[in-house]
């Protein structure tokens, strides 16, 4: 009985802190506006700003190595719970100087990244136990994406109505709600580091760049996900061009995230089923033509491409996260998943980068083209894993 309830609150956890990376988009369009109205920054310099605040995530397996080592991953959800409500409250009560919004927006972006890679490790070690790391994932990302439905809409009236600080202020309900859960959740298995064991952090890392087999996929992962980005300039288009109001946007975010969400039930009932080799194959050409589709760019295709996309994305987007699990490293699967993730994360931000740096150089046109070449990039790559 005590088992049973225990595996419940874990369910709870990892629901809510994914819950919590979702709903933590609230202020993200208020902070848009404010950087395009208020302040005057050009499409170049947002998408520059964004890659900034992303910076956490890139480090994700040098987070495990702290957790794994000092406290345990419940003390660590705690701290930096303990740690968002404070940065939220300097940035939800006060008009601060450009650089510390952005530092502390970037400080807050690490607490909610100490607090994923310590519930995922968390979801590795009982899930593997109890056989439950499926099930576990998918309620995370089911909860991440209801997040996201909420978002949409609120994170466009809060925007409208109020601004960006209304939005930060929000999340302090959240955060208190997962401390609650949190509290109720007893962890068993504590990591042997963070309980004294003798760290062999040299001998970890060399057995995971020695691994042929996990730096092939780290690059392919890097190759696949990587192309220059054109999404903030079509942002642009919507509200300049198309004259797009932004409760219609937030409203379209929604629609297109409940689209994402039959995706992930899609690939939750079809996962056991298909080759993921095969269709990580076909999978580039479709994204290639997806990507030229955004040459005819009006109204009507903006929407019909947020819905259709999106369904498509995450059910690409979950076969890409289940062939990075199935080829994490024997003895170091949280480690070397944590390090796939990074490479994942290094791709988009170097997708944003190289997007806003050839967007004045090249146009938009020539953009969208280039990126629908880089997708190419990474198929001679397939050929080697095994």
């Not at 890679?117 to 994406?145: N, Y």
């Not at 975010?253 to 409940?258: D, E, F, N, R």
Request: proline share 3%; hydrophobic share 50%.
């Amino acid at each position: 009985m005590e088992k049973k309830k225990n595996l419940f609150w874990l369910f709870a956890l990892s629901s809510a802190v994914y819950f919590t990376q979702g709903i933590e988009g609230l202020p993200s369009q208020g902070l848009f506006y404010y950087f395009k109205e208020t302040l005057g920054f050009s499409v170049e310099k947002i998408m520059k700003i964004e890659s900034i605040i992303t910076l956490a995530w890139l480090v994700k397996p040098l987070i495990g190595y702290v957790i794994d080592n000092f406290f345990n991953r419940k003390a660590w959800i705690f701290i930096s719970l303990i740690l968002s409500i404070i940065t939220v409250l300097f940035l939800g009560l006060n008009s601060l100087p450009f650089f510390i919004l952005v530092s502390l927006i970037l400080f807050n972006s690490t607490n909610a990244a100490f607090r994923d890679v310590a519930v995922d490790g968390i979801m590795c070690v009982e899930g593997k136990e109890h056989k439950l790391t499926g099930k576990i994932q998918s309620i995370q990302w089911i909860s991440i994406s209801v997040a996201g439905l909420i978002t949409g809409v609120g994170g466009g009236y809060i925007a409208q109505k109020w601004g960006y600080k209304i939005g930060f202020l929000a999340l302090i309900p959240v955060y208190i709600l997962v401390g609650l859960v949190a509290h109720f959740y007893r962890e068993l298995h504590v990591a042997p580091k963070a309980s004294g064991t003798k760290s062999h952090l040299l001998a970890d890392l060399k057995k995971l760049f020695s691994d042929k087999r996990l730096i092939i996929v780290a690059l392919f992962i890097f190759l696949y996900r990587y192309s220059p980005s054109f999404g903030k300039p079509l942002f642009f288009i919507q509200l300049d061009t198309f004259k797009w109001g932004k409760l219609w946007i937030g409203a379209l975010g929604t629609i297109s995230t409940a689209c994402g969400i039959i995706g992930s039930l899609l690939y939750y009932k079809f996962s056991t089923k298909i080759n993921i080799k095969k269709w990580l194959f076909f999978s580039v050409f479709l994204g290639a033509v997806t990507t030229l589709s955004y040459l005819y760019y009006t109204p009507v295709t903006a929407v019909i491409y947020d819905v259709v996309y999106s369904f498509i994305g995450m059910f690409i987007f979950l076969m890409v996260m289940d062939f990075m699990a199935q080829n994490t490293a024997k003895g170091l699967e949280a480690t070397s998943f944590a390090l796939l993730c990074s490479v994942s994360n290094l791709a988009l931000t170097a997708s944003n980068l190289s997007g806003a740096y050839l967007l004045p150089i090249l146009g938009l046109k020539w953009l969208i083209i280039i990126s629908a070449l880089t997708s190419f990039l990474c198929l001679p790559l397939i050929k080697k894993i095994e």
